[in-house]
C-alpha cells in the first residue's frame, strides 16, 4: 500500500498563477488557436523535412527530404528533443535517461475541490492533478523507475492500478477517463549541450535543454526562448552578435530551470516520512524560492 500526502501549490499559484503551465489559463484560452493565428502570417511548408546542413559565413543551405534545397540567413532548431537541427549542426547529444515514466492526460471533468495545482505524493510517485480551461483536468502520474514499454492497448486500466492507492480526487480524475488513447506516456528524459548555436545555426526549447518535468516550465522556457530570440535579432548587429547575446541571456534561467527540476527530483526520493514532514514545514517557502526568479521577464 502505498501512503500518500497531498500538496497544495495553491499558495505559489496565487502568486505566480499560470505560468505554472501554458494551459493552466482558465479564461478560455486556447492556447494552440493562439499559436495558429500568431504564425498564419508566417511562410511554412508542410511534408517535408531537413535531412542536410551545410555554411558558410553568410548563409546556411539545407537540404529537405524532398530534394530541394534552400539558403537562408538563419536556421532555428525548434524541433524538441530529438531534434534533427541539433545532431546535423552540432552532433548528436542523445537525451539522457532520467529514470522516470511519466502518464499524461486531459480529462473532461473537474473533481470535487480541485482549485489549483495540485500534487499527491506516493513513495518515489506522485499524480499532479492541473485545472484547465473549459473545466478540463490535465493529470499526470509521474513514477520513479527503469524505463519501460507500456503499450497502449490496456493502458488506462494499468494507470487505474498503479495509481489505485492515491486520493479520491484521482480516483474521480482517472475514473473519468474513457479510453486507451486518452493517455499518453513517456519516458523522462533530458538534455545538456554546452552549445547552443553553431554559425547561423541555432537551438531553442527542448533542442537545446530539455528537462525534467517537475518545474513545469520547458514549454514557457521554450516560449521564452524564442521571444529572446526574436528580441536580439532586431536589435543586435550581426547574426553572430545577436546569437551570443541569446546564449547570454538565456543559459543562467534556462539552466536555473534545470538545476530545480534535477532537486525536485530528488527530494520526489526522498523516504516519505522525511520528505512529507519537510514539505509540510516548508513547502510553500521551498516552491517560493523555486519559482521567484523566474517571475522578473526573460
Ligand atoms: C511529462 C511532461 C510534463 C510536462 N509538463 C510541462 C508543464 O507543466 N509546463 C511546461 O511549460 N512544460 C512542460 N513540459 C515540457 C514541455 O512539454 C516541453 O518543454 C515543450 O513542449 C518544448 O517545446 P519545444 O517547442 O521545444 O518542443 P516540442 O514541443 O517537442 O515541439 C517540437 C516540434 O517539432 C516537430 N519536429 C520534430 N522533429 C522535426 C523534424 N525533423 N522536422 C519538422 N518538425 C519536427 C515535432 O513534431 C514537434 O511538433 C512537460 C514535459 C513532459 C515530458
Redesign the pocket.
Known amino acids: 500500500m502505498t501512503s500518500t500526502a497531498r500538496f497544495s501549490a495553491r499558495p505559489t499559484w496565487k502568486r505566480f498563477g499560470a505560468m505554472?503551465?501554458?494551459s493552466s489559463a482558465s479564461n478560455g484560452l486556447n492556447f494552440t488557436q493562439v499559436l495558429v493565428a500568431g504564425t498564419a502570417a508566417v511562410p511554412h511548408r508542410l511534408g517535408t523535412?531537413?535531412i542536410s546542413l551545410t555554411q558558410n559565413s553568410s548563409r546556411v543551405a539545407v537540404g529537405f527530404s524532398d530534394g530541394s534545397v534552400g539558403k537562408y540567413d538563419l536556421v532555428v532548431g525548434?524541433?524538441?528533443?530529438?531534434?534533427?537541427v541539433r545532431a546535423l549542426a552540432l552532433g548528436n547529444a542523445s537525451p539522457v535517461d532520467l529514470g522516470a515514466m511519466?502518464w499524461?492526460s486531459v480529462a473532461p471533468i473537474r473533481p470535487r475541490g480541485l482549485t489549483a495545482l495540485t500534487f499527491l505524493l506516493g513513495d518515489r510517485s506522485f499524480f499532479g492533478l492541473c485545472p484547465v480551461g473549459e473545466g478540463r483536468t490535465y493529470g499526470?502520474g509521474y513514477v520513479m523507475q527503469t524505463r519501460l514499454r507500456d503499450p497502449q492497448e490496456g493502458r488506462l486500466e494499468r494507470l487505474r492500478a498503479r495509481f489505485a492507492a492515491f486520493g479520491d480526487v484521482v480516483q474521480e480524475y482517472l475514473i473519468s477517463l474513457e479510453r486507451d488513447e486518452q493517455v499518453h506516456c513517456?519516458a523522462?528524459e533530458w538534455v545538456d549541450v554546452d552549445d547552443w548555436f553553431t554559425g547561423r545555426v541555432v537551438l531553442?526549447?527542448?533542442?537545446a535543454h530539455?528537462?525534467s518535468?517537475l518545474m513545469?516550465?520547458?514549454?514557457?522556457?521554450?516560449m521564452e526562448d524564442a521571444c529572446v530570440l526574436a528580441e536580439v535579432l532586431r536589435s543586435a548587429a550581426t547574426v553572430e552578435s545577436a546569437l551570443s547575446d541569446y546564449v547570454v541571456r538565456r543559459k543562467p534561467r534556462v539552466t536555473w530551470v534545470q538545476q530545480q527540476s534535477i532537486a525536485a527530483a530528488e527530494s520526489l526520493g526522498m523516504p516519505p516520512v522525511i520528505r512529507n514532514a519537510a514539505l509540510r514545514e516548508r513547502g510553500d517557502q521551498m516552491m517560493h524560492s523555486r519559482f521567484k526568479p523566474l517571475v522578473p521577464a526573460p
Open positions: 505554472l503551465h501554458p523535412s531537413i525548434a524541433d524538441g528533443i530529438s531534434s534533427t511519466n499524461r499526470f513517456s523522462m531553442i526549447g527542448d533542442a530539455a528537462s518535468p513545469g516550465q520547458g514549454g514557457c522556457m521554450a
